[in-house]
């Protein structure tokens, strides 16, 4: 008999992070695990260092990501038009957001 055991690493509540998926008993997101690593070309190592994580944490949420892809990209995409509207803005001059 196969049993197939799911680690309860993300949770999605529409209460806790505007309800994007996060790591549980963190308030890292899977968007920003994602971003750490398509972004700023982290690899697990660096971005469980970064956040505070384990690494069994950090492949949890990458493989999430990797599952709703589509759906976590659009996060991303909308956490860049947010920071540069408020880049334009002025606001948080020394401190960019955004990837490059």
Same mark, same amino acid.
């Given at each position: 008999?196969?049993?197939?055991?799911?680690?309860?690493?993300?949770?999605?509540?529409?209460?806790?992070?505007? $309800?994007?998926a996060?790591?549980? !008993?963190?308030?890292?997101?899977?968007?920003?695990? %994602?971003? /750490?690593?398509? &972004?700023?070309? @982290?690899n697990?190592? $660096?971005?469980?260092?970064?956040? !505070?994580?384990?690494?069994?944490?950090?492949?949890? %949420?990458? /493989?999430?990501? &990797?599952?709703? @892809?589509?759906?976590?990209?659009?996060?991303?995409?909308?956490?860049?038009?947010?920071?540069?509207?408020?880049?334009?803005?002025?606001?948080?001059?020394?401190?960019?957001?955004?990837?490059?």
């Amino acid at each position: 008999m196969t049993v197939i055991q799911m680690i309860d690493a993300i949770a999605v509540n529409s209460e806790v992070r505007n $309800g994007r998926a996060y790591i549980q !008993g963190t308030t890292v997101t899977v968007a920003d695990v %994602a971003m /750490a690593q398509n &972004y700023h070309a @982290q690899n697990v190592d $660096g971005i469980a260092d970064w956040y !505070g994580l384990d690494l069994g944490q950090v492949h949890a %949420a990458l /493989a999430y990501y &990797y599952s709703h @892809q589509a759906e976590i990209n659009g996060q991303i995409k909308a956490q860049i038009r947010r920071a540069e509207t408020l880049k334009e803005a002025g606001v948080g001059r020394g401190h960019s957001l955004l990837p490059g």
